[in-house]
């Protein structure tokens, strides 16, 4: 079993950056790939970012390459999102998950994960 614990969120003006963190506690991140999602009022749920298993794969949307990246930090066991030049499009709340898998150098796109964290609002405003 693992318990994920998101922080970071809150109101940034646009062109801000915010980092979110994502806590694990239970097992290491290790063994696990992982994802961010985030879901905007009235919309889907939509996959943001993701690390694979063995950390050699990463994968982001279109419409945050470049400005969002995804890092660990082992002996914290916590995975980050650090998040430049934010824009209003990006407010939503944002979930961190993990799947436990065999396969390395997966990164998996879909909502297909075992865990997820409660969520962190973040909101890009004037």
């Known amino acids: 079993q693992v318990q994920l614990v998101e922080s970071g969120g809150g109101l940034v003006q646009p062109g801000g950056s915010l980092r979110l963190s994502c806590a694990a506690s239970?097992?290491?991140?290790?063994?696990?790939?992982v994802g961010w999602f985030r879901q905007a009022p009235g919309k889907e749920r939509e996959f943001v970012g993701g690390i694979s298993r063995g950390r050699i794969s990463t994968a982001y949307i279109d419409s945050v390459k470049g400005r969002f990246t995804i890092s660990e930090d082992n002996d914290k066991n916590t995975i980050y999102l650090q998040m430049n030049n934010l824009k209003s499009e990006d407010t939503a709340v944002y979930y961190c998950?993990?799947?436990?898998?065999?396969?390395?150098?997966?990164?998996?796109?879909?909502?297909?994960?075992?865990?997820w964290g409660q969520g962190t609002q973040v909101t890009v405003s004037l």
């Open positions: 998950a993990v799947e436990e898998t065999p396969t390395i150098g997966k990164v998996i796109r879909t909502a297909a994960y075992d865990y």
């Open positions: 239970g097992r290491s991140f290790s063994k696990y790939a």
